[in-house]
């Protein structure tokens, strides 16, 4: 992999041992330390091998992937770590529309700092200009450039980002208004068919808040985490769906990263058959925190820890952390293909499965039209994804599959009518712009199933 990166043979010992020292081996780590190096200048070729130049000898090499990242970022041309560090606080992806607003550069100059940022690999572009977005080609990049930001710049970086998602909000033609987010989707879904749920998350005292308390509640869910009176505001997301389904996300995470321990309702938690844990929480250390302490309570009072890996990013910046979760810390896991792919890092959804065999007590992959497969004890089921005339909007599909597998598991159902109801959820879900369900799913499972079934 080194000749490979280097473009180059043979290479020296002297280098291929310093990459293999400081990397371990780890290819996404092995790969940003040779571009630096190349960027410091520091490889040279010699009587036809590529080897250390003697600079080398005479300056600090970074030695962890988070200095090597910033060796990089501050290498680039004046301006490119300023934009790179007002998308990592917009999110994994960011479109172009919103970054310019947050940035406040004209156009040109935009522009060509993001043409360095993608000559450097550091972001890659989705779609065409203007309607592109951009991505951290890895989610660990963006995270040590967040965290390079000084807090006061931060604070004002966050604020820019909730003006800009406003004024972008002004811009749009008609659209369809739905509270969301991926936990309350689910807990909605389990309320829809009869269960009951409650839901913990953070708001701001602000216009969206108070609708989004009232819609959850109104769907049957108890919400009484209290609404945060100063910072940020309340999260939201834009989303541009086009005609065959494919959408563009514009996330602002807001007052939901403000999540901690001390608003986690021990009674409720404890009370709960299980605790639906979502791994976006783990992001942030004080939400970390607030996870932690929930999966404690839920064990200390002998109820179920349930965990969805929530987005292949998200495992891919986590993943040490999430084995180790899933692996003894978990009880029901819920991640779509490429998510269990990307946690253990499989070549194929089979090895995956097979990796996370005897993991936790139960599994739950889903596949979108291929369905979804349940591990546990050994079995293996297989049920198939449920028939939609027209796929409209596929925004909460896996969490409306959650909510109908948890409201099952709870009912004390078998693993395959879980999965049965939660497929006629996503199903539903996806019909239709809008991570809520339109219809009574309680009425529509009881008459795809049978009604004995629900």
């Not at 780890?26 to 040279?44: C, G, M, N, Q, T």
């Not at 007052?255 to 844990?277: C, H, N, S």
């Not at 909007?393 to 909510?403: E, N």
């Amino acid at each position: 992999m080194i000749t490979h990166l280097l473009g180059k043979e043979p290479v020296a010992e002297n280098l291929a041992d310093l990459i293999l020292e400081k990397t371990e081996g780890v290819p996404f780590f092995l790969e940003e330390f040779v571009k630096s190096l190349e960027d410091l200048h520091l490889i040279e070729q010699d009587d036809g091998r590529v080897g250390l130049s003697a600079e080398a000898t005479r300056i600090t090499i970074p030695s962890t992937i988070q200095d090597v990242l910033l060796a990089r970022v501050d290498g680039l041309p004046e301006g490119a770590k300023e934009v790179l560090q007002a998308g990592s606080v917009i999110e994994r992806e960011f479109p172009h529309a919103l970054l310019e607003r947050v940035t406040g550069l004209p156009e040109r100059d935009l522009l060509s700092r993001l043409s360095a940022l993608k000559d450097a690999e550091l972001l890659y572009e989705r779609g065409v200009y203007p309607q592109s977005s951009y991505i951290f080609k890895h989610a660990l990049t963006r995270g040590v450039l967040y965290d390079s930001i000084l807090t006061q710049r931060r604070r004002e970086l966050h604020e820019a980002v909730g003006t800009a998602a406003e004024a972008l909000y002004a811009d749009m033609g008609p659209g369809v208004e739905v509270s969301g987010g991926s936990a309350a989707n689910t807990m909605a879904g389990l309320a829809a068919l009869g269960g009951q749920a409650a839901f913990i998350g953070k708001v701001r005292n602000d216009q969206l808040g108070g609708i989004f308390r009232h819609d959850i509640r109104a769907a049957g869910v108890s919400f009484d985490t209290p609404a945060a009176t100063e910072g940020e505001p309340t999260a939201r997301c834009l989303i541009f769906i086009t005609p065959d389904a494919q959408r563009t996300m514009g996330t602002y995470l807001g007052a939901a990263v403000d999540l901690g321990p001390e608003d986690i309702e021990e009674e409720l938690v404890a009370a709960a058959k299980v605790t639906y844990l979502e791994g976006y929480l783990w992001d942030r250390p004080r939400a970390k925190e607030a996870f932690v302490r929930a999966a404690e309570i839920a064990h200390g009072a002998g109820r179920k820890v349930a965990l969805s890996l929530s987005d292949p990013f998200c495992v891919e910046r986590h993943r040490v952390e999430f084995r180790d979760l899933v692996d003894g810390h978990v009880d029901l896991v819920f991640a779509n293909e490429h998510e269990i792919e990307s946690l253990y890092e499989a070549s194929s959804f089979d090895d995956a499965l097979q990796a996370v065999r005897g993991c936790c007590e139960i599994a739950v992959l889903t596949r979108s039209e291929k369905g979804v497969v349940v591990l546990c004890d050994g079995e293996v089921h297989v049920v198939d994804a449920e028939p939609v005339d027209k796929v409209v909007d596929t925004t909460g599909a896996g969490d409306l599959f959650a909510g109908g597998f948890l409201y099952g598991y709870t009912r004390g159902k078998g693993l395959y009518d879980c999965a049965h109801i939660g497929a006629i959820a996503a199903a539903e879900v996806i019909s239709h712009f809008g991570a809520r369900p339109e219809v009574p799913l309680a009425d529509l499972v009881a008459g795809r199933m049978g009604r004995g079934g629900a």
